[in-house]
């Protein structure tokens, strides 16, 4: 069962380079096996005024075991004061599963 879980980290960010830079590192470190980047335009409340902007969406696909330094990195990393980091967490095919903790697998990570 434990191949069979998965966690979704949701980010975004203003800026293509640094989404792309993100995606890079994370992947470079073994520390998410997938991430999605997609665009769009974000609306929301911001110091008492609404905004509307473009933003990078990256859906970041990792184990529950490196969840914590996952998000630990993105604290480090986001270019945000206050980054939207959601967790998501479900049940994925045995396949998909085996194939994210392989392709996560790394000396420095377990």
Known sequence: ???SIIVSILTSVDQAEQ???MTQQLLEKHLAACIQQTSGISSY???GKLECSQEYYLNIKTSP????RVMAWLKDHHPYDIPE???L?????KEYGEWL?????DENNW
Do not use: F
């Not at 075991?65 to 914590?68: A, C, G, I, P, T």
């Open 19 to 21: 989404a792309q830079w």
């Open 45 to 47: 409340r911001w110091q």
């Open 1 to 3: 069962m434990k191949n």
């Open 85 to 87: 980091l959601i967790v």
């Open 89 to 93: 967490e479900g049940v994925c095919s």
């Open 65 to 68: 075991e490196l969840k914590d």
């Open 101 to 105: 903790y392989s392709a996560t697998l």
